[in-house]
């Protein structure tokens, strides 16, 4: 980016960062916690190996302002031009280490500071700095969120003697409580997580929040470290990778996997995937010079979309798992050797092959839950738990995973859970509540595999609407909306009107209708690819509406020439005399994976809904992506998929397409023979 710099004789200077209002505003959002450490790091990278962190509250608890205070290098009144001027090309990608400390550096892409601008409307940045003969010199920079493209720096002055080199930001006017920043909030655990390889491996590295100390090893139960296998990228080099795996002290609702690069620094987050129970609260970290190339790229934000980083992320998930197995198995090791004293545990000797140790660790796991959270079992006679113990293990042995599922997430309850459980059986079954849930974890899976199928390149080129796209999409009309239901599919549009005629407009006893066709402009008969419709009950009489959906094949963009052709398909609609105007209301959209500039200005216009260019009482015309189409699906069940805490992996997403729609999909996409020996 470039920077425009006007300057008044004697007076401040002022930065113009010459890039849009919309984009340096997107900069400036994000979670306080993850924008603390963002200043943070700045700090590091500026060779600082102390950093304070203080909050001021008002009377009510509430942060009303922060002050981020390091001993690093500061900025200089030359860098100062450079790099707030600019966006984009940080001075940080021509150093790997500092200059001082020789430390890994973190920042690259320049937007960091932005950050700040999350936290408050007001930012200052008061740096102190060696000019030449090593004199302390020192200057202010300030900023607001509503002039983001708007720097001051100030004169440069002699640095006053109390201050010593380094800079403090301090940020002002915040525009919400942050109660994750107050005093018993959790941003000092968060900031472990963040920092925890980092930290280890510069020990000698203060970050003080709140007068105390960030120290992660302080709040670790234990830290593991897992070679994961190395594979072959698509481009043929090799991808090798190490798993952190750190469990906490502290309970923590979010189980995350950080994407860092092989010095540990974390560039990327994604959920983790995994449900060991409740007892086990973790972060683990994949470091890989590969997520650095990825980063540097630009390429970590769409993690989903890159086959390599999902094996990597799966390759780290199936660690996971076999980590937390074999926790678990320590855990109910000193119960197993109880239970082997009393004479009651079902396995005799030591286990034959790694096969049959496998099979006892499941079984070691299972029976700890039962132990953990049934007292008949825990409290009862010897005899009692044999009994159980045998029953467990043949069931185990007859549908292993199964009981495993079930003894571990229903046995895992606390009580006040498994009271809101039995609550709710009195009125619905267990099986409705299993077919809910399930609903909603397919239609996770769907989403995540439709995505991939829509945007990977080699299928996005082959997928064909009307053989295969349409087809999928006659059973999942509920990503348009469910308060519609699929009436017509793939049909002339003079066939679906004259099946619908009926319901709006019933003809008067003894006649009949004549069956005059429905044509456009240019005397051709539109087809329909996929009519949903919906009753809402009215006084005197009931209002129907109709939704249109004209699918594209993803490789063709929506344009001026589609728009004109799904109005032509309307106005067709809305001209024809047999319909009741008043209560019979149409709304047509065109969907593909992109839209031309031009087609996106059409449903962007003042007064009128996002998303159509054309509107009246009882017409809507509009085009959409299927970006957006996904993730307004996605959000309607973003509650449902945070209570049941779960992710649909692309591999899920993939598999259940494969089950369900095997037939309407392009051979690109179908599963492909992996040879074992690189698997």
Known sequence: MSE??????????????????????????????????????????????RVRIGVTDN??????????????LGITFEDAERTFGSLGGSWKREHRVTARSNKKMHGRNGKGRFKAFALGHEVVWDSVYLGNNDTPLHFVISGRSDRLQDFEIGKVRSA??????????????????????????????????????????????EIIYRGERIDPASVQKSHETVRLPAFIAADGSEITAVLDIVEWSFSKKERRICLCDSEGFALHEVEAGVRPGTEFNFTAYIRSDYIAKLNHDNGLALDELDPDLRRLAESARGALRSHFRRRKAEAASELVQQWKDEGVYPFTGDAAGSLETARREVFDICALNVHQYLDSFREGRPKDRQFTLRMLKAALDENPESLKRILSDVLELPKEKQTELADLLQYTTLSSIIEASKMVADRLQFLTGFQELLFRPDTKKSLRERTQLHRMLENETWLFGEEYLLTSSDENLNTVLRKHLAKLRPPEKGTRRRAAPVVRDDGTQAVIDLLLAREVPAYAQTRREFLV?????????????????????????????????????????????????????TVRQQGKPYGFFHQEDNLRIGLATWAEVIAASRARLEAFRSRLDYTATTDQGVALLHSKYARYLPESFLPQQVDPSTA
């Open 549 to 601: 959906v004209e699918l594209k094949r993803p490789s063709q963009k929506i344009d001026l020439e589609v728009a004109s052709q799904i109005q032509s398909y309307a106005l067709t609609v809305a001209s024809d005399e047999r319909f009741d105007v008043r209560n019979t209301h149409w709304t047509f959209i065109a969907i593909s994976n992109e839209m031309s500039p031009e087609a996106a200005r």
């Open 160 to 205: 006053p003697m109390s201050r010593s080199r380094g800079t403090r930001v301090r940020i002002d006017s915040l525009p919400e409580p942050f109660g994750v920043l107050s005093s018993d909030g959790s941003a000092n655990r968060q900031l472990a997580e963040t920092f925890a390889l980092y930290l280890r491996n510069y020990p000698a590295t």
């Open 4 to 49: 425009l710099i006007e300057t008044d004789a004697g007076g401040p200077r002022f930065i113009h960062v010459d890039a849009k209002p919309d984009h340096l505003a997107s900069l400036a959002r994000g979670k306080p916690v993850s924008a603390l450490a963002e200043l943070v790091w700045n700090a590091l990278d500026a060779d600082a190996d």
């Open 59 to 72: 009377d009510l608890g509430n942060p009303v302002s922060i002050e981020v205070v390091d001993n690093g």
